[in-house]
Every structure is written in structure tokens, then in C-alpha cells.
């Protein structure tokens, strides 16, 4: 997908900030949010930088988009499940680039490949960032993203209405990140207790470890962003908050760890609840 450097700011009665603007205003916001992570555990301070990241104005849930899940009866890819919620949505906008592969001047994974905002206020963002697209477009944007290893997140924070102009609650975003680049990913293994429930897990999906599988090798523990693997008697063990992305189970040699749900269904019923808990998305179908 290339990027039309042709489009302009122009028309701001009718929409929000350009993409100009937002390159200008990622680049000074980076690094407070970057040392807000940082300090999010130190005495006094975690108070003042609280605010910033508390629930319900900063919530994310990942979903991994490449990894088959076992269920029951049969194999359900979670990606279909992205699919089913594109689906179920009228307005989809597509961001020619990744905001934050774009800030980090980094070309793998691919910085074409942009985040995804849905919802009646996407109609505010300025067509420098993008375009409205159809469920079509979308379903092939989502393959893009799983063939380039990324995650989706769904995500519902402040900072993006705030940037874009927009209304909170008629705001969701789809995000393909990686785990070096992302503003949400990065950063979190220390973090404090105003960052504890920023991410949370799908109800209906389970991450399981076998012991019999598990040599230890500590791959799992390297690779998770939020610090919820952990080595016990030379076995891993999931911690609570674990959010459920699927990293773990890409790189276990061994095949030790794998996603489970009890049907795709559910896991869908799960993530639709979840999205109606932090916002005014319409979703049809449900």
C-alpha cells in the first residue's frame, strides 16, 4: 500500500489534526509517555502518572492473529475473529502507516501497515492519515498484518480521541503491533500499579503450559512484553496478568505452550462484550 504524500491538512472545520501534526506531536509525546512507564513504579510519582494510564480511559486487548487455537472439535484461527468484528462494523478507516514503526524509522515489520480506527468517529480523521474502507479492504489489511507476524490490539485509550479530535466512546482502534516499536507493548515489564490492568486478557481464551513439554529453555520469559512468564522449579509458569497475545506460543521450540478457547463463539461473544464495557461502537449481529 503506498502512501499518498499528496494529501493535505486543509478542511479543519470538518476534520481533526493532519498527519503533519501528528507526526509533530508523537514525536514530543514519545518520550514523556516512554519515562511515565518508567517511573509508573516509584513512590509519589506513580500517583501523579496514574491518571494518565487508569481504566476505563486506557484499556487494551491483545489478539493473535497467526496462531492456530485449539478447540474442542476443531482448529479456529483467531483471525477470523477480527474478521467477524470488521464485519460487524460500518465505518472502518485504514492508517497508510504504523504511527509508531513511522516515529521509530524502522522498516520490519512493515511501517505500511497501519493501524486500524473504528467507529462513527472516524469520519474526523483527516484523510492525510488514510482512507474509509470497505469490510473487503479491511479482511485483506488484517491478512497483511498476520503474514507480517503482528498482533492486533484492540485498544481504547484517551490518547487517540485526544490526538484525532474525535468523541472517546465512538472511537475504537485495531493496532497491528510488533513487540519493539509499539507505544503499548514496549516498556511494560516494570511496570507500576497505574499499569497493572491496562491490558487485559479475553475472557474466553486460556494460555496453558504442558509441563511434559516444557524444557525450560526460558524462550517464553524472554519474549513476554509484560513480564508474566516466569521459570518455577525449571518449568514456566503464566502469571495472572498474562494478556493472552500469543508470543509465548510462537516461540516455545517444544510446543509446550498453546491458546486455548471453548469455541469461536464464544471468544467472539467475549471480545464484543468487552468493546460494548468501554465504548458506544455499533456492532450489528449482536
Not at 470538518?14 to 509517555?33: C, D, T
Not at 507505544?183 to 497493572?196: E, H, I, P, W
Amino acid at each position: 500500500m503506498a502512501i499518498s504524500h499528496q494529501k493535505t491538512d486543509s478542511a479543519p472545520q470538518r476534520y481533526g489534526p493532519g498527519r503533519n501534526f501528528i507526526i509533530q506531536a508523537v514525536k514530543l509525546a514519545w518520550p514523556v509517555i516512554k519515562a511515565g512507564k518508567k517511573l509508573s513504579n516509584f513512590p509519589v510519582l506513580r500517583w501523579l502518572i496514574y491518571p494518565f494510564f487508569m481504566r476505563p480511559y486506557n484499556e487494551v486487548s491483545s489478539i493473535p492473529l497467526n496462531i492456530d487455537v485449539q478447540g474442542p472439535d476443531h482448529v479456529v484461527m483467531p483471525r477470523r475473529i477480527v474478521k467477524r468484528l470488521l464485519a460487524d462494523v460500518d465505518d472502518i478507516f485504514i492508517f497508510d502507516e504504523c504511527i509508531c514503526r513511522r516515529h521509530n524509522n524502522v522498516t520490519s515489520p512493515p511501517p505500511m501497515i497501519g493501524c486500524m480506527a473504528l467507529g462513527p468517529a472516524i469520519r474526523r480523521i483527516h484523510p492525510s492519515h488514510g482512507r474509509i474502507v470497505t469490510t473487503q479492504e479491511s479482511f485483506h489489511h488484517v491478512d497483511r498484518a498476520a503474514e507480517a507476524g503482528l498482533i492486533a490490539n484492540c485498544a481504547h485509550v484517551w490518547i487517540d480521541p485526544a490526538s484525532f479530535q474525535t468523541r472517546f466512546h465512538d472511537l475504537m482502534f485495531i493496532c497491528y503491533c510488533d513487540d519493539t516499536n509499539c507505544l503499548y507493548r514496549t516498556d511494560m515489564k516494570n511496570r507500576g500499579a497505574s499499569l497493572q490492568g491496562a491490558y487485559q486478557r479475553l475472557p474466553g481464551l486460556a494460555v496453558c503450559v504442558d509441563a511434559g513439554k516444557c524444557e525450560g529453555c526460558g524462550k517464553c520469559v524472554e519474549r513476554c512484553f509484560l513480564a508474566e512468564m516466569a521459570l518455577v522449579n525449571g518449568k514456566a509458569l503464566i502469571g495472572p496478568s498474562c494478556a493472552g497475545c500469543g508470543r509465548c506460543v510462537e516461540n516455545c521450540p517444544n510446543g509446550a505452550v498453546a491458546l486455548n478457547i471453548k469455541n469461536e463463539d464464544g471468544l467472539y461473544a467475549d471480545l464484543v462484550q468487552w468493546i460494548k464495557g468501554v465504548s458506544h461502537l455499533p456492532i450489528k449481529n449482536t
